[in-house]
C-alpha cells in the first residue's frame, strides 16, 4: 500500500531553474495538498485542491503553480526558482477537505536552490 | 499573532515523566483539530484527533479548550520512543503549528 508517493526525493537547482515535484495517491481522496516545511517555521500550505479540477491558494502560493491532473495527481511546479525556495516540499491528501479530515503525508522532497 | 502557536521547546524529560504540550489558535470558527507526530527528517504522521470531551489513546490524552482557544497533548509514562516534534492542527483554514520537539532520556 503506497499511499502518497512523491518524486523526486532530493533535487539541487540553480537559481532561474525550473521543476515540477510530483505527487500521486492510491487512497481515492478528493482532496490534496502541497506544503513547504522550513526551520523553526512548520507546515506551510502552498495551494491545495479540494477536489479534481479545482486548485486553490495557500498561506504561500507566491512562486508556485499546481496542477490536478487527475484525481490520483498534483503537481506542483517552480517556474524560475529561487534560493529562498529551498526547502522540504510534503504533498498529502484526505478524503474532504475541512472538518474530521486526516491528512496522510509523502515522504517529502528536500529541495535546494542555489 | 500567529494562527496557530506551539512552544517549540525541546522539552528533555526523563523515561517515565509525565509531560504536557500546549497549541493556541486564533481562529474560533475551528472545527477540528488533530496532533500529528514527526521523527527526524521524516513525514508527519497522525497522533491522534482531539474531540471535544476529550480523549485518551493508551498513554496519550488530547483535550479541547474552546474557551481559551487551545489544544493539548499529555504524554504519560513517556518511552524513549516518544522523542519527535509534535504538530498540532487546526483544519478550519489547514494550519499547522511549527512543532513541539520532545527528547526523552534514558
Known amino acids: 500500500n503506497a499511499g502518497v508517493t512523491q518524486t523526486p526525493k532530493f533535487q539541487v537547482l540553480k537559481t532561474g531553474q525550473s521543476m515540477t515535484l510530483q505527487c500521486a495517491q492510491d487512497m481515492n481522496h478528493n482532496s490534496m495538498y502541497w506544503y513547504r516545511q522550513d526551520p523553526g517555521m512548520g507546515l506551510r500550505l502552498i495551494y491545495y485542491?479540494?477536489?479534481?479540477?479545482?486548485?486553490d491558494k495557500g498561506e504561500v502560493p507566491n512562486g508556485y503553480n499546481v496542477s490536478r491532473l487527475n484525481k490520483r495527481e498534483f503537481s506542483l511546479r517552480l517556474e524560475s526558482a529561487a534560493p529562498s525556495q529551498t526547502s522540504v516540499y510534503f504533498c498529502?491528501?484526505?478524503?474532504?477537505?475541512?472538518?474530521?479530515?486526516?491528512?496522510?503525508f509523502g515522504a517529502g522532497t528536500r529541495l535546494s536552490v542555489l | 499573532r500567529k494562527e496557530v502557536e506551539q512552544d517549540p521547546g525541546p522539552f528533555n524529560v526523563p523515561e517515565g515523566a509525565t509531560v504536557a504540550f500546549n497549541c493556541t489558535y486564533s481562529n474560533s470558527a475551528s472545527q477540528s483539530f488533530f496532533w500529528y507526530r514527526q521523527d527526524c527528517r521524516k513525514e508527519p504522521k497522525l497522533l491522534m484527533s482531539v474531540y471535544s470531551s476529550g480523549n485518551e489513546d493508551g498513554r496519550f490524552t488530547a483535550q479541547l479548550n474552546r474557551a481559551s482557544q487551545y489544544i493539548s497533548l499529555l504524554i504519560r509514562d513517556s518511552k524513549l520512543s516518544d522523542s519527535a516534534t509534535y504538530l498540532c492542527?487546526?483544519?478550519?483554514?489547514?494550519?499547522f503549528g511549527a512543532g513541539t520537539r520532545l527528547t526523552v532520556k534514558p
Open positions: 498529502a491528501s484526505s478524503e474532504l477537505t475541512g472538518a474530521k479530515n486526516i491528512q496522510y
Open positions: 485542491s479540494a477536489s479534481e479540477g479545482t486548485t
Open positions: 492542527v487546526v483544519n478550519a483554514d489547514m494550519r
